[in-house]
């Protein structure tokens, strides 16, 4: 069983950075971010590879935002720049415990959550 803690959420305004964070208990292979808006369905944002070598991004937050690890301390980071009012939602962290090499979209690749966060975007 591994936990995921997300942290890191908050309010900005538009055209301001945030850096999530979230933190396995355990190891984890690919981790990826997804994010949820009220009403609708929770959508893929970033994925990175078990040793980092591959990333992989929606289109909308290419260029903005920045997906990272340190497997020293089971950490994975969400750097996100030039924030608009549209990447509000709640933040998930997801990870994958079994041995998977790439960075996937699908959420059912992964086998643990977290909890979310919020980023809220005010214009």
């Known amino acids: 069983q591994v936990q995921l803690e997300e942290s890191g959420g908050g309010w900005v305004q538009a055209g301001g950075s945030l850096r999530l964070s979230c933190a396995a208990s355990g190891r984890t292979y690919a981790m990826g971010w997804f994010r949820q808006v009220p009403g609708k369905e929770r959508e893929f944002v970033a994925a990175?590879?078990?040793?980092?070598?591959?990333?992989d991004y929606a289109d909308s937050v290419k260029g903005r935002f920045t997906i990272s690890r340190d497997n020293a301390e089971n950490t994975v980071y969400l750097q996100m720049n030039s924030l608009k009012s549209e990447d509000t939602a709640v933040y998930y962290c997801?990870?994958?415990?079994?041995?998977?090499?790439?960075?996937?979209?699908?959420?059912?690749?992964?086998?643990?959550w977290g909890q979310g966060t919020q980023v809220t975007v005010s214009s």
């Open positions: 997801a990870a994958r415990s079994r041995g998977y090499f790439d960075a996937p979209q699908a959420q059912e690749i992964y086998d643990y």
């Open positions: 990175i590879s078990w040793r980092g070598g591959r990333t």
